[in-house]
């Protein structure tokens, strides 16, 4: 079965520190699609970042990056010195090739507190 | 340019009745997506069309449910003899084909069901 587990529901860290969001998939598919996404209070989901199940390689976007290892099925993502405007609540998905349809773990509610 | 747009915005409905929520994807994006979201939940699949015809409805919860897309751009989803069980917020995503790209989320109509 296809599925996304963040067993991190709530996490808290006072701003300037670094915070590791945790994402563990689980599917049959060989090709598959990664996503994380990013919820802020006014509710609008905002598009992070796309990793391919072929590229392993891990990505650094600013203070952003993230760490994919298909051995362990996971993709992680780590703010690095944290800003009250990071607290959201982040969203690990799984696209299902084929129709490309998410299937979303339940996400991690960020509080970085000043 | 414009992105994912929604309306209405808020829906409050009585028990036993009919709603319609409508989803203007970005211009040009042919894959569109419905998902519904609990509180506290990720996002939840429900329907997926390329184009004007449903390509998976698997995530649709019964018959009550039913989407549209007539002309390739705006969505209607339609809910029949509405339930309590039916309150979430709907959300909308469109992408720019059939194919691993990324999903542009509109805001979501919140939809009561009192």
């Known amino acids: 079965a296809q599925k996304v587990t963040q067993a991190q529901t709530e996490i808290s860290v006072v701003e300037k520190e670094d915070v590791t969001l945790d994402c563990v998939y689980e599917t049959r598919d060989t090709t598959y699609y990664l996503f994380w996404y990013k919820q802020p209070p006014s509710g609008e989901l905002v598009f992070l970042i796309r990793?391919?199940?072929?590229?392993?390689q891990n990505e650094i976007s600013g203070r952003y990056s993230w760490n994919f290892q298909k051995s362990t099925s996971s993709f992680n993502f780590t703010i690095t010195a944290s800003q009250v405007v990071d607290s959201a609540v982040y969203f690990c998905?799984?696209?299902?090739?084929?129709?490309?349809?998410?299937?979303f773990g339940t996400g991690t509610r960020l509080k970085v507190l000043a | 340019g414009a992105g994912v747009s929604q309306t209405p915005s808020n829906k409050v409905t009585e028990k036993g009745k009919y709603v319609e929520l409508r989803c203007d994807p970005i211009?040009?994006?042919?894959?569109l997506y419905w998902y519904r979201q609990s509180l506290g939940q990720g996002p939840e699949f429900l329907i997926y069309?390329?184009?004007?015809?449903?390509?998976?409805d698997s995530g649709l919860p019964n018959d009550r449910f039913f989407a549209v897309r007539p002309e390739g751009s705006v969505s209607t989803l339609k809910i029949q003899r509405t339930e309590r069980g039916d309150s979430a917020v709907y959300l909308c995503?469109?992408?720019?084909?059939?194919?691993?790209?990324?999903?542009?989320f509109g805001p979501g109509t919140r939809l009561t069901v009192t």
């Open positions: 069309f390329q184009g004007t015809g449903a390509a998976d």
């Open positions: 995503a469109s992408s720019l084909s059939r194919g691993p790209y990324e999903q542009y």
């Open positions: 211009s040009g994006h042919t894959a």
């Open positions: 990793r391919n199940s072929f590229d392993e």
């Open positions: 998905a799984l696209g299902e090739s084929g129709t490309y349809k998410y299937i």
